[in-house]
Each structure stands twice: as C-alpha cells, then as structure tokens.
C-alpha cells in the first residue's frame, strides 16, 4: 500500500496448511476450506455488538477488514463464528472515532489479530482507552494512515474513498465541539455496488458532504435524532439502512428516523432486533441476511 491519495494493497498472499494430524483434523481442514474458500463476492457483516458499531468486511479473494470493535470483546467472539480459525490477520483496521463504544473491541482485535495497517481519523484526543490503543499500535508497529477526504483505498475490485473529515483544519474545529464529528465517514464500492459508512457523524457533518447513491447506509449513531439530515438521507438514497444498537436510555433509535426510513420504503435493519446482518454482493446485485 502507498500512503499517498490513492493506496492499493497488492501481493497478498494466503498461507495454506500443508499437513494434516489425523483424519479427523484432516475433514474439519477440509470443510473449513471448502466453506470459507473465496467466492467472488463481497461480504459485509454488520455484528452484533450490542450498543456500539462493528462491522466485518470480507472482500472477494477473502481479504479481511474491521471497521469499529463495538463497547467491549463481543466483536471478538462474533468474529470467530465468521471467519475460519485460522484466519489470523486483518488487511485493514478501520477506527471511525475513539469513542469507547466502537473502540473497546477494537483494542482487543489488535491484540490478538496481525494487522496490517490501520486507517483513522487525527483527532486530538486523550483517553485511558485510546492512549492504550496507541501504545498498542506503538509496540506492535503496526502503520497507520491519518485519512482524510478524496483519499482512495482499493483492495481486490473493492474501493474505499474518504468523504469526511474534509482535511486536518476542519477536523479540528469540528471534533472540538463533538468527537462524533471526528467519525470517518467513507463509501465502499464492488462493482456497481455502494455501502456509506458514518460512523456516530451528526447532521452537522452529514449537511457538510456532498452524498454519493449507495443501496446500503449504515445510519450513524445507532439511529439518533441528532445524525438524522433529510437532505442527506435523500441524496444517498439508499435501499438498505443499518441500525447498530443494543439495550439503551438513550431513545435510540429514534422514531422519527424510524418514521422517515419508513415514508422512503427504505428497509431497515437493526442488529438488536437479528443479530448479525450480513449484506453478499456480486457487484451487480445484493441481499442480505
């Protein structure tokens, strides 16, 4: 990968057991492979953490990323009932904001997990948890790309392009007034496919980027009041919208954001209500389960 506004990451390569200790550890290899072998599609789950965000990111040659960990270790677990156990490494970390409830998990994934590179958003921000985080980061050496508007990642056929934060000086102001505002906000491309991820951004933010079409919007801030902008909500126009919520006092989601999902036909789903949801595509067509 090339930090530069255009990254690729190219000559991945998968490592391939070559041995087999019995018959039977020789079937469950073999299953495992069979099942969790590339097939051409891209898969995202969005997991089910409770009240916080994570979603898990499989591309079609079975490159691996994270966006978000949720508010404790449950990401780790749901994690494991997705990927094979041999599947050790994550391609991409991304942090959205170092809010707790989408960082927590996070943390615990980079301990356990060889990462490769981690993208997030340069907030000037302190914290137990995102001091711990950065340590960590420190003492495992793992490179860390600062993203930032018109920035392009491409992995396989897939694409990811920053919309939010603007640049440093805008972040700055607006994470200053709310660290939600810091929220990486970016669309995710396979094909003629497009997911918009937010992250917890607000209106505020929402009413500062100019919205692509995607089919699936994962709605920030587990579907508050306050990162509802219908102009937004209109220009992205999306098929599908994702609800990360759990158990909460905060009125989340809100009914008015219910209200105005349901007056566009737009189908919701809300992990507190699934569980995982996971979204397949071909490029061409999606579903989701």
Same mark, same amino acid.
């Given at each position: 990968?090339?930090?530069?506004?255009?990254?690729?990451? /190219?000559?991945?390569?998968?490592?391939k057991i070559?041995? !087999? /200790?019995?018959?039977?550890?020789?079937?469950?290899?073999?299953?495992?492979?069979?099942?969790?072998? +590339?097939?051409?599609?891209?898969?995202?789950?969005?997991?089910?953490?409770?009240?916080?965000?994570?979603?898990?990111?499989? /591309? +079609?040659?079975?490159?691996?990323?994270?966006?978000?960990?949720? +508010?404790?270790?449950?990401?780790?677990?749901?994690?494991?009932?997705?990927?094979?156990?041999?599947?050790?490494?994550? $391609?991409?970390?991304? *942090?959205?904001?170092?809010?707790? $409830?989408?960082?927590?998990?996070?943390?615990?994934?980079?301990?356990?997990?060889?990462?490769?590179?981690?993208i997030m958003?340069?907030?000037?921000?302190?914290?137990? !948890?995102?001091?711990?985080?950065?340590?960590?980061?420190?003492?495992?050496?793992? +490179?860390?790309?600062? @993203?930032? @508007?018109?920035?392009?990642?491409?992995? $396989?056929?897939?694409?990811?392009?920053?919309?939010?934060?603007?640049?440093?000086?805008? *972040?700055?102001?607006?994470?200053?007034?709310?660290?939600?505002?810091?929220?990486?906000?970016?669309?995710?491309?396979?094909?003629?496919?497009?997911?918009?991820?937010?992250?917890?951004?607000?209106?505020?933010?929402?009413?500062?980027?100019? @919205?692509?079409?995607?089919?699936?919007?994962?709605?920030?801030?587990?579907?508050? !009041?306050?990162? *509802?902008? !219908?102009?937004?909500?209109?220009?992205? @126009?999306?098929?599908?919208?994702?609800?990360?919520?759990?158990?909460?006092?905060?009125?989340?989601?809100?009914?008015?954001?219910?209200?105005?999902?349901?007056?566009? $036909?737009?189908?919701?789903?809300? /992990?507190d209500e699934?569980?995982?949801?996971?979204?397949?595509?071909?490029?061409?067509?999606?579903?989701?389960?």
């Amino acid at each position: 990968m090339v930090l530069s506004s255009l990254w690729r990451l /190219t000559g991945i390569k998968f490592k391939k057991i070559h041995f !087999l /200790t019995g018959i039977g550890l020789g079937i469950i290899l073999l299953v495992t492979y069979f099942v969790s072998s +590339p097939d051409g599609k891209l898969h995202l789950y969005f997991l089910d953490v409770g009240q916080g965000d994570s979603a898990l990111v499989v /591309t +079609p040659n079975n490159h691996n990323m994270m966006i978000d960990g949720g +508010p404790d270790n449950k990401s780790v677990y749901e994690i494991s009932k997705i990927l094979p156990f041999y599947e050790r490494d994550f $391609d991409l970390i991304f *942090l959205s904001h170092p809010h707790a $409830d989408h960082l927590t998990g996070l943390l615990e994934v980079i301990k356990r997990y060889d990462i490769k590179y981690i993208i997030m958003p340069e907030v000037d921000y302190s914290s137990e !948890l995102y001091n711990e985080w950065l340590g960590v980061i420190a003492s495992k050496k793992i +490179p860390v790309k600062y @993203a930032y @508007a018109g920035d392009v990642i491409s992995v $396989d056929d897939v694409s990811i392009e920053i919309l939010w934060p603007k640049d440093k000086e805008s *972040l700055a102001i607006y994470s200053k007034k709310d660290l939600n505002d810091a929220s990486l906000v970016f669309l995710l491309k396979h094909g003629r496919f497009a997911a918009l991820f937010t992250g917890d951004a607000t209106n505020v933010v929402e009413s500062q980027i100019n @919205a692509p079409k995607a089919d699936v919007l994962k709605f920030p801030h587990h579907g508050s !009041l306050g990162s *509802l902008d !219908l102009n937004f909500l209109d220009s992205v @126009a999306p098929k599908y919208v994702i609800i990360s919520v759990g158990k909460n006092s905060y009125g989340h989601p809100a009914s008015v954001v219910l209200g105005a999902f349901s007056a566009r $036909d737009i189908k919701t789903f809300r /992990t507190d209500e699934r569980g995982i949801i996971e979204i397949t595509t071909d490029g061409e067509t999606f579903s989701a389960m």
